[in-house]
């Protein structure tokens, strides 16, 4: 049988060298720990791994420094695991039509050892300190039934102003109706990414679901609007695979120039520009 062609200026599926939007055990409906992410990364042939677990009441109701202590200990992972480079970074909640994340009104006043700050912080600034990336994301979205396009625009605009926040996760299927060119121009304008992800293409959400992410994807491309890939793998076998998000990519004739998850090089130069 003869190996699938792709024209060049596409989006052949050994693209996507990184991996920036996977869960782990702490994310608590996840299955896999860091090391059996990093070993399928590099069983996947990625350059790049970006762990990005929940950060948001998912993983903790009770809001307590001490149920985050993973997050903020992450420095101890090898930025060189196994011959991959890893990312630090959560997937957070976005919680108010504000567009605010997670934990922004929730104030310490200790750590996780008990021992009293010196000045009150918000968990969000606690958590985020030392992570490299933050992807704003929408799952419970009844904060937002009933708003009107121009907030939930604003919404998403807002959240992206964030300065730690580089992607807007799943956009096509958090179930929040949004005025797409605002958007996505407001990404560019701030070097930031909107993702195509992987799980968004599960049968479950359906076929209006995959129109609508077809939809953001052809619009990037127009407006030369950088996207993320992200396998949102919430188990190590799935980390790495892009293949539903590779077809529609190929078949929209997205240009690779505009994937800033084709290679870690690409991925970390946007994440510089847009961050520090
Ligand atoms: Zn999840
Ligand atoms: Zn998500």
Redesign the pocket.
């Known amino acids: 049988m003869a190996e699938p062609t792709y024209d060049s200026a596409h989006v052949p599926h050994a693209a996507f060298g990184c991996d920036v939007h996977t869960h782990t055990l702490f994310s608590r409906h996840a299955y896999s720990t860091i090391g059996e992410c990093v070993e399928a990364a590099k069983a996947a042939g990625l350059e790049l791994l970006g762990s990005t677990d929940h950060y948001s009441c998912m993983t903790s109701p009770s809001l307590h420094v001490r149920d985050y202590q993973y997050l903020i200990n992450l420095k101890l992972w090898p930025r060189l695991w196994d011959g991959v480079r890893v990312l630090h970074g959560v997937?957070a909640d976005i919680v108010d039509l504000e567009g605010r994340l997670f934990g922004w009104n929730v104030w310490l006043r200790e750590g996780i050892t008990g021992r009293a700050f010196r000045h009150e912080t918000t968990l969000k600034d606690y958590v985020w300190r030392e992570l490299d990336y933050v992807i704003a994301?929408i799952?419970d979205q009844t904060f937002a039934e009933g708003a009107t396009l121009a907030q939930t625009t604003r919404m998403y605009i807002r959240a992206l102003d964030d300065p730690k926040v580089l992607i807007l996760?799943?956009p096509g299927r958090s179930g929040v109706p949004f005025e797409l060119d605002p958007v996505l121009r407001a990404a560019k304008e701030r070097g930031k990414l909107i993702e195509i992800n992987e799980h968004s293409f599960e049968t479950h959400y359906g076929q209006r679901t995959k129109t609508t992410c077809m939809r953001i994807a052809e619009r990037c491309a127009e407006l030369g609007v950088m996207i993320s890939t992200g396998s949102?793998a919430h188990i190590a076998c799935e980390v790495g695979r892009f293949d539903r998000t590779a077809a529609l990519l190929h078949e929209i004739h997205f240009p690779r120039e505009l994937i800033a998850t084709r290679s870690a090089d690409a991925f970390l130069s946007v994440l510089h520009a847009a961050i520090g």
């Open positions: 997937e994301s799952h996760g799943h949102d």
